[in-house]
T-cell receptor, first 110, second 118 residues
């Protein structure tokens, strides 16, 4: 299975702390993406990292990719209550097929 | 399991024409449906949230007059690309939120519609 698996399944932190989520996958990929989903809302694309990239930043987000370990991490720095959501990684191996993981539920306590 | 269908699966049209894409939840009711677009080898981009019986909520940068959304029933949402141009060529995907209470925050994705504008 290509499916990405996020770890941990649930994470609860205090506002201002950093949150780290991990994603592991099984086969070679073209790119890996992270999405956020607030309760009852659609998936919102956060960041895409290509297989030849190792690290990418976007605002308070930092994504790393280790293709040798087939894993990626999403770091949210200085978390805010508004960051409370579910976070999914998705792997793209064939250019038009996404395999989503089961997600990490992040709760940021004010 | 819950099934979401889209019609058509692929459409080719001339520049300037309008194209309607349907998204149906086949065995459940969906008060909320989502529309995404995907350019080749790129990510899913949320375009809008379609709410049954009310106006759709569009994401920043998405023209509401260009992409008309109608969610007239609990099983059907339509996306109409008006006056399509070649840059509108993309893969359009819908998802439906099963709000039955059996599953929380579960979205079921349709198979997508490929739009090619000549």
């Amino acid at each position: 299975s290509q499916q990405g698996e996020e770890d941990p399944q649930a994470l609860s932190i205090q506002e201002g702390e950093n949150a780290t989520m991990n994603c592991s996958y099984k086969t070679s990929i073209n790119n890996l993406q992270w999405y956020r989903q607030n309760s009852g809302r659609g998936l919102v694309h956060l960041i895409l990292i290509r297989s030849n990239e190792r690290e990418k930043h976007s605002g308070r987000l930092r994504v790393t990719l280790d293709t040798s370990k087939k894993s990626s991490s999403l770091l949210i720095t200085a978390s805010r209550a508004a960051d409370t959501a579910s976070y999914f990684c998705a792997t793209d191996a064939k250019g038009n097929q996404f395999y989503f993981g089961t997600g990490t539920s992040l709760t940021v306590i004010p | 399991g819950a099934v979401v269908s889209q019609h058509p699966s692929w459409v080719i049209c001339k520049s300037g024409t309008s194209v309607k894409i349907e998204c149906r939840s086949l065995d459940f009711q969906a008060t909320t449906m989502f529309w995404y677009r995907q350019f080749p080898k790129q990510s899913l981009m949320l375009m809008a949230t379609s709410n049954e019986g009310s106006k759709a909520t569009y994401e920043q940068g998405v023209e509401k007059d260009k992409f008309l959304i109608n969610h007239a029933s609990l099983t059907l949402s339509t996306l109409t690309v008006t006056s399509a141009h070649p840059e509108d060529s993309s893969f359009y995907i819908c998802s439906a939120d099963d709000a039955s209470g059996r599953a929380v925050d579960t979205q079921y994705f349709g198979p997508g519609t490929r739009l090619t504008v000549l």
